[in-house]
């Protein structure tokens, strides 16, 4: 009996384990979009340290979670344009072009927000979870992801990803570059209902090359929709 107590004690001391890196980042991205044809809008808002504050607003329309379509709403300068990403490649097409460009998911977009930011709505895609370790963030029970880019074409290299340790909710993610430079960190400031669950509604990323500036990222109207497979094609790009 005395060594059934020890036992029970030393199992009780032993920190909690977790279950495959790889599921719970998998639980993480239900938080973030919809693995269906789906859309969703994104409005963006650039606080510069300095300056006055600027607003866009796009339209993300996706398939499956390597494909999307980006909008571009307001302001009306800025109508007409179009991103296309097609796992890690984008195009941008502006209809004073005459065919689209290829251009980089690690440009900015707005603020700072990169082009790959409103683009994708999914982790699983661009990289694999090596490991989760138990941390404590700002008082919170967390898990630490460590998630390594699946090829050199990535944006990011390398991200640290703290999540919720009950319901994985992802609480703050630091993006790294190939020469292991930490340049961005995004908060998840708000969770709400959208298409009957729970998802992130709010993002806060800060550019940690120059502290004090910050881009919020806002998501609403996330539903169903079916976008034909055309429709995620550089040839149909302005034609839709």
């Known amino acids: 009996m005395r060594h059934l107590i020890l036992a029970l004690t030393l199992l009780a ?27 969703v ?9 300095s300056g006055t504050p600027e607003t866009s607003k796009f339209r993300v ?18 109508k007409g344009k179009l991103l296309l990403m097609l796992r890690d490649a984008m195009w941008i097409y502006m209809p004073s ?4 460009i290829r251009i980089s998911p690690l440009q900015r977009l707005m603020g700072q927000a990169s082009n790959g930011d409103v683009a994708r709505t999914s982790f699983t895609v661009d990289y694999v979870a090596k490991s989760a370790a138990e941390e404590t963030l700002d008082g919170r029970k967390a898990w630490r992801l460590e998630l390594a880019a699946k090829d050199n074409d990535i944006a990011y290299s390398r991200i640290a990803l ?3 340790r009950t319901t994985y909710e992802p609480i703050r993610a630091d993006f790294f570059v190939t020469s292991g430079k930490l340049i961005k960190r995004a908060i998840y400031r708000e969770f709400g209902q959208m298409n009957g669950r729970r998802a992130v509604t ?6 940690l090359l120059r502290p004090g500036n910050h881009t919020l990222m806002a998501y609403s109207n996330l539903g169903p929709k079916e976008n034909p497979d055309r429709m995620f ?4 790009l302005g034609k839709w």
């Open 13 to 39: 001391a032993m920190p909690l384990r977790a279950e495959d890196p790889a599921a719970m980042l998998a639980k993480v991205d239900q938080y973030r979009g919809s693995t269906d044809s789906f859309s």
């Open 202 to 207: 709010k993002i806060d990323i800060e550019d």
């Open 97 to 100: 072009a005459s065919r689209p």
């Open 61 to 78: 329309y996706g398939k499956g979670s390597d494909r999307s379509v980006v909008e571009f709403v307001a302001p009306a300068t800025e």
């Open 233 to 236: 094609t550089k040839d149909a």
């Open 162 to 164: 703290w999540v919720d």
């Open 41 to 49: 809008d994104v409005e963006l808002t650039s606080m510069p340290k």
